[in-house]
């Protein structure tokens, strides 16, 4: 399993950023695909997954702002983010079945 994550930058705070999940070396279509992000000097935290059906959940802090989707036939999961906030600065990483994809760096300023 291999994952890729892409689409990070600097953004000013109330902008909005879209990371991408390239997946190989598994069935795509059925397995649940999760983004986490990790802050300087803080543990990893689960932000969102989607289930192979669509079925998602997202952490308090980004309801109503980040939006998870998939596309299956391209293999590709997607992290919209909206209304950035600077405490959103982090390393977002894609995950599926225990394996992180290298991250991308988002940093929002104030």
């Known amino acids: 399993v291999q994952l890729q994550a892409s689409g990070g930058g600097l953004v000013q705070a109330g902008g909005s950023l879209r990371l991408s999940c390239k997946a190989t070396g598994l069935h795509f279509a059925i397995n649940t695909i999760a983004w986490y992000r990790q802050a300087p000097g803080t543990q990893r935290e689960l932000v969102t997954t989607?289930?192979?059906?669509?079925?998602?959940n997202y952490v308090d802090s980004v309801k109503g702002r980040f939006t998870v989707s998939r596309d299956n036939a391209r293999r590709l999961a997607y992290l919209q983010m909206d209304n950035l906030k600077p405490e959103d600065t982090a390393v977002y990483y894609c995950e599926t079945l225990g394996t992180y994809g290298r991250g991308t760096l988002v940093t929002v300023s104030s």
């Open positions: 989607i289930s192979s059906s669509g079925h998602t």
